[in-house]
């Protein structure tokens, strides 16, 4: 009997070992401890400026043309009310734990604080805002014609996608967060699908185009709002196959290069070195002031130095509706006070503005009316419970910097950065087939 128990011991202490090898893996830059260790509320804002540390990432390069915003800069403390109580932006900032804030008035940078530790030279992490950034990348596929129509299939270009519910769902319902399939978004909930996808690509390594092809659908595309993020990790897939490169080297080629991005930036991906694939829902890291250079390209209607990037009418497309589902006062709306595009954000009562949006606060905001781009860095655990404080705070300060405007003085034309747009013709401008928009 001693020698049963003996060797009983002996094996749950070589399973014990091995266990705790695989979770500390002393033998690989990467572990399971250090996500935990990094994912903690406490170590948000450390983790969130040096992702590399944590996990596996591409480089995005930007090359040699960058050109930082000229700077009128004010620092303004700017005030609001909410639920009756005056407000200012230092109290938002302060107690969102935010990492980052610059305000573009007309191209200048007229805001810009860093915080927690967080410099100009910071790569902060995306989050979800890097969702836009692959709506683009298919986009600039339409304009240059890869693309024939959003409403191809995505197995048409993501072949490893063939047959599944995603690979059989178009370009347009992937866009709009109406895939219809069965997937629970909840970050907080232990089983949920974005736990399991989130955990399965970067803890076990798992090949996350495999993985996407596992959710089922549930009902018809096209019916109603349900973010996934699923949907956007499928588009990742396409722009990889269109432009037969990894999505770092897409993003590096058709965003940053070419609007001049000002430093180099990565995206994470599931493993080390040239195996690995894009964690394409989130994960970009860059500067606060390249965050902001992206939605000053929104700004400028996607054309940046005389050269349209996307197609003419896509901007007005992807930052407004779609459907009426997508309204933010539409009756079942599932997220209070804002809607959706196709990978863009609506707030209530919008008039001119849009915005992109990542878990614990990250945020680019957009006023068209005013001539104003925001971008806001953030390790906020109570990011959910402020988005109504979020959204006020950022329309206090497009409203201080870029003043009022008249009830019907429609969008204001974006001052170019750079831009000359007397290249921007007709023949340039061509959407695609996208007529019926």
Known sequence: MSRIIIGLGAILGLLAVTAAGWYYRPWSEYSPA??????????????FRDMGEVFPFRTISAGENGESFTRQTRNDT?????????????????????TGLMVLHNGEVVHEEYLLGSTPETLHTSWSVGKSFVATLIAMALHEGRIDNLDQNAEVFAPQLAGSPFGETSLRHLLMMSAGVDFNEDYSAPDSDIRRLFLGANIWGRNIDSM??????????GEDLHYVSANTQVLSAVARGVYDAPLARVVEDKIWRPIGMTSDANWNQNLPGENGIAIGYCCLNATLEDYARFGQFYLQDGVWNGERLVP?????????????????????APYPL?????HFWVPEGYDGEYFMAGVYGQYVWVDTRRNIVIARTAADPEWGARTEESLT??????????????????????????????DDTEENNEPGDEGDE
Do not use: K
């Open 34 to 47: 250090e996500i935990q260790a990094a994912t903690a509320n406490a170590a948000l804002a450390e983790t």
């Open 338 to 342: 804002r809607g959706y595009g196709l």
């Open 393 to 422: 705070a950022m329309r206090a300060l497009a409203a201080h910097y870029g003043g009022p405007v008249e009830a019907d003085a429609g969008t204001i034309d974006a001052a170019p950065i750079d831009t000359e747009t007397e």
């Open 312 to 332: 003419e009418g896509w901007v007005d497309m992807a930052t407004r509706p779609n459907a009426d589902f997508q309204e933010p006062d539409y009756a079942e």
């Open 212 to 221: 996407v092809t596992e959710i089922e659908r549930d009902r018809e595309p």
């Open 78 to 98: 700017v005030g609001y009310t909410l639920n009756g109580q005056d407000r200012d932006i230092t109290d938002w900032l302060s107690e969102s734990d935010s």
